[in-house]
């Protein structure tokens, strides 16, 4: 069987599920004394890269999750 999953989730402009956004979306930096700084595209990214990466972990978990519940996980390659 040949399986291919391709996002670009981890590109700009970061876009994923509201839905997961709403439930598990954090802030993984300190803004700092300057709040408005961070809505300049230079600083905003990386907060919404970091939930982009944690949202494409998640759906990679859910794969393999159904490959195992299925059985077929130990015959299967996956290559990332």
């Known amino acids: 069987m040949y399986l291919s999953y391709k996002t670009t989730t981890t590109h700009y402009p970061f876009i994923f599920p509201p ?3 709403e439930s598990n979306h954090r802030d993984y ?3 700092g004394d300057n709040p408005e700084l961070w809505n300049d595209r230079e ?4 907060d919404s890269w970091l939930n982009a ?4 972990d998640d759906q990679v978990r859910e794969i393999i999750l159904g490959f195992r519940e299925r059985g077929i996980e130990n015959e299967t390659l996956f290559v990332m």
């Open 19 to 21: 839905a997961w956004s």
């Open 53 to 56: 990466v944690r949202w494409t």
């Open 43 to 46: 600083h905003l990214p990386v």
């Open 29 to 31: 930096l300190e803004k």
